[in-house]
């Protein structure tokens, strides 16, 4: 199997679940009643995730981009759930405290 053929599969698989999220949101609301804290420096996948909450039914806290922005609406906000990126500039995304 090519690197290419490769490559092309794993897009549709990836094409095909975000369908099958849209779909589900058709015809119920997953997040319904929750609130989802979406922290995520880079601005075009923190909106796409804002909107894909918001598709699913539950209220958007954020998008922060800073830890200290997150660490305070964590403690304000009191979130359902969160979205993390891992991998924050500047921050440390996910540690022991």
């Not at 319904?32 to 909107?51: N, P, Q, R």
């Not at 954020?62 to 990126?85: F, H, I, N």
Request: charged residues 20%; proline residues 3%; glycine residues 8%.
């Amino acid at each position: 199997m090519s690197l290419h053929s490769t490559k092309v599969r794993f897009r549709t698989h990836q094409l095909h679940d975000r369908n099958a999220i849209m779909s589900a949101s058709d015809n119920s609301s997953p997040l319904a009643g929750l609130s989802v804290l979406v922290v995520e420096d880079h601005f075009l996948i923190a909106e796409e995730m804002c909107a894909l909450v918001e598709r699913l039914g539950g209220t958007v806290i954020g998008p922060m981009s800073k830890v200290s922005a997150a660490l305070g609406a964590l403690e304000t906000a009191k979130p359902d759930l969160a979205l993390l990126d891992v991998n924050l500039r500047g921050g440390a995304g996910l540690r022991r405290r």
